[in-house]
């Protein structure tokens, strides 16, 4: 495991985008894992800004979302459709047939989960996969949990959940209560893993997360298996690592 604390989150943005091009350059039809929230936001800036400078295209690439919530339609600004498009999507030449995000809103979700699946499957293996992580260590959103899901799936999200990314909504109420998500095999199955955490309330979840037992409780924890995992932390998150 390469734990990495940045002084500045410039600098960590910086750091986690120059991977990511690293990656491309190295091979241009790279499968990349996405993750949407407030982590990543600084990083795919930075993304934005080497593909403006020509330093990387995304033609070739193929990317997956980690989640999408359920029952809000791609238009409604805060699905993580309209996040990607916002955020990445909109800026760069990745086609969108090869930008692959799950559909929360469809009347059926199962056969929703066995779609993501098989493209996934065909793909065969995540090159890097970004991770943001919950307050309460969830990864995508696989949530804390007496046992987990390998394959992608449909979850109940946590009261906690709900209540942080209320922030987005104008009111808890209208935060979904489930979303779908790739489950935590096929994260787990990703060649390389690039886990960023900022801020001083994860400083505690990702030191136990990285440091503590191996809990589908924690579910982060199952990243300590991982045998190419990268984590990257702003001075506040990474507070807690000596
Ligand atoms: C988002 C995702 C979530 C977030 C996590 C942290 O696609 O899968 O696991 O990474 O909820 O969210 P932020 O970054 O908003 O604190």
Redesign the pocket.
């Known amino acids: 495991m390469d734990i990495r604390v940045f002084p500045t989150n410039e600098l960590l943005n910086a750091a986690a985008a120059g991977l990511v091009a690293h990656l491309l350059h190295a091979k241009p039809k790279a499968v990349l894992g996405l993750?949407?929230?407030?982590?990543p936001v600084g990083i795919y800036e930075e993304l934005v800004k080497l593909y403006a400078k020509q330093h990387i295209r995304f033609r070739e690439a193929t990317s997956f979302?980690?989640?999408e919530y359920v029952g809000l339609p791609e238009t409604h600004e805060q699905s993580?459709h309209a996040y990607m498009q916002q955020h990445l999507f909109a800026h760069i030449d990745l086609p969108a047939e090869q930008a692959n995000i799950p559909n929360g809103n469809t009347a059926d979700l199962a056969q929703e989960c066995l779609r993501y699946n098989a493209l996934l499957e065909h793909a065969k293996q995540i090159d890097l996969q970004l991770?943001?992580?919950?307050h309460n260590g969830?990864?995508?959103?696989n949530e804390p949990n007496h046992a987990l899901v390998a394959g992608t799936h449909i979850v109940e999200l946590r009261e906690e959940?709900r209540i942080?990314n209320a922030r987005y909504f104008n009111s808890l109420a209208e935060v979904p209560t489930h979303a779908v998500t790739m489950g935590i095999g096929t994260i787990l199955k990703a060649k390389s893993i690039l886990l960023v955490v900022r801020g001083t309330e994860k400083a505690h979840i990702v030191h136990e997360a990285l440091t503590g037992p191996i809990t589908t409780e924690n579910p982060a924890s199952l990243l300590q298996t991982h045998p190419n995992l990268i984590v990257m932390l702003d001075a506040e998150a990474g507070a807690l690592f000596k």
């Open positions: 993750a949407t929230g407030s982590t979302n980690l989640d993580y991770l943001g992580l919950g969830h990864i995508g959103f959940t942080a």
